[in-house]
């Protein structure tokens, strides 16, 4: 299933598939940075006790993404809208709110997606919505459009971080995983209650389980109605000039970084993954199939040790490994398959 994930994103969300495989396998090898826990080696660390326990994700994802971006405008100039559209308060927001309901089977579509990820154990809504988006960019008629305000860019993401929650709720009070940091905090809280999660949770404690059933789907509407009302004021910081808005991220930036653990070397991943990022954008590589492979690198690592003991190499060698093997092909072969047909049908009608 992860590699899977990987191999979507890589090929499906525009640009090189070439390059987006090869920054899928990237962020793999640069989540196994540190100690493997297995085999007790100590990989990439260079003698340096930081690097131990790994790169820390919040310092990876500022750098692959915020420094690039503001780097980018600062350059250009100008704001992140480079076109001023005057905004009319709520009743540009509830048009937008219509827009949800004229792409419903893409809501539909994503929300199945987020679902499924968030049963995978620890795989979290940040796949899920890259997943969602890249699936959204390749069945679009104008995928040329994402990333320059086409509205299925924002609403195929959005839907499935919303609907991998449930996903993850099940997967915590099921089998004791959980899919995200919330997840762990309610984990941690079902633990300190004296209740082990499990098959009971879904049998004995069933009352407990639609309560936080119930309470995901509540939270979601009450942000649902404070994002609306907000909308308006938030979009405004679309149009504050890069000279003002560039120091202003960049400082928070390093100064998130540096609160996530009190140290130091966490601002100098950002400034190393900041020039990572400015060069892949640079290149035309995939940043978010890097961050996904980072993510799901120690999942991927886990569960592949799990299945060579229990199952031996041919661990493979079974239904929905193959159903997932052929997707994976299938992602692969698409676009090839595709522009062959395309050149194929344009030389017919010459």
């Not at 089977?105 to 890249?134: D, K, M, Q």
């Not at 049998?203 to 309470?215: D, E, G, K, V, Y």
Request: hydrophobic share 55%; net charge positive; charged share 10%.
């Amino acid at each position: 299933i992860i590699l899977t994930g990987i191999v979507f994103i890589g090929t499906l969300a525009g640009g090189s598939m070439i390059k987006g495989l090869i920054s899928g396998g990237l962020g793999l090898m640069i989540a196994f940075i540190g100690f493997q826990p297995t085999t007790a080696a100590a990989r990439y660390t260079f003698g340096s006790l930081y690097l131990y326990d790994g790169l820390p994700l919040i310092p990876v994802l500022l750098g692959l993404f915020s420094i690039p971006e503001m780097v980018a405008l600062a350059t250009t100039g100008g704001a992140v809208a480079k076109t001023y559209t005057a905004i009319r308060g709520l009743a540009d927001v509830w048009r937008g709110v219509i827009e949800v309901f004229h792409h419903w089977w893409l809501v539909v579509r994503s929300e199945l997606i987020g679902f499924l990820v968030g049963i995978a154990p620890a795989a979290g809504p940040t796949p899920a919505a890259f997943i969602a988006y890249a699936h959204a960019k390749q069945t679009s008629k104008q995928p040329e459009t994402f990333g320059k305000g086409n509205i299925e860019g924002v609403i195929a993401p959005e839907s499935a971080n919303n609907a991998c929650e449930a996903g993850d709720l099940l997967t915590t009070l099921a089998l004791g995983i959980p899919g995200s940091p919330a997840m762990a905090l309610i984990l941690a809280a079902i633990t300190m209650l004296g209740l082990a999660p499990g098959p009971e949770m879904l049998t004995r404690h069933l009352h407990l389980s639609l309560t936080l059933m119930w309470t995901i789907g509540i939270s979601a509407v009450i942000g649902a109605i404070f994002c609306i009302l907000m909308a308006p004021t938030l979009a405004k910081v679309a149009f504050v000039p890069g000279r003002i808005l560039v120091p202003i991220v960049l400082s928070l930036a390093l100064a998130g970084a540096y609160a996530y653990h009190h140290d130091f070397k966490d601002t100098i991943v950002v400034v190393v993954f900041g020039a990572v990022g400015f060069l892949m954008r640079r290149f035309g590589f995939n940043r978010p199939a890097l961050l996904l492979g980072f993510v799901l690198g120690p999942i991927f690592e886990k569960f592949l040790f799990i299945a060579l003991k229990v199952s031996g190499p041919f661990f493979f060698n079974r239904p929905i490994s193959w159903g997932l093997i052929v997707l994976i092909i299938a992602a692969v072969a698409y676009q090839p398959v595709r522009n062959a047909i395309k050149r194929r049908r344009q030389v017919g009608q010459a």
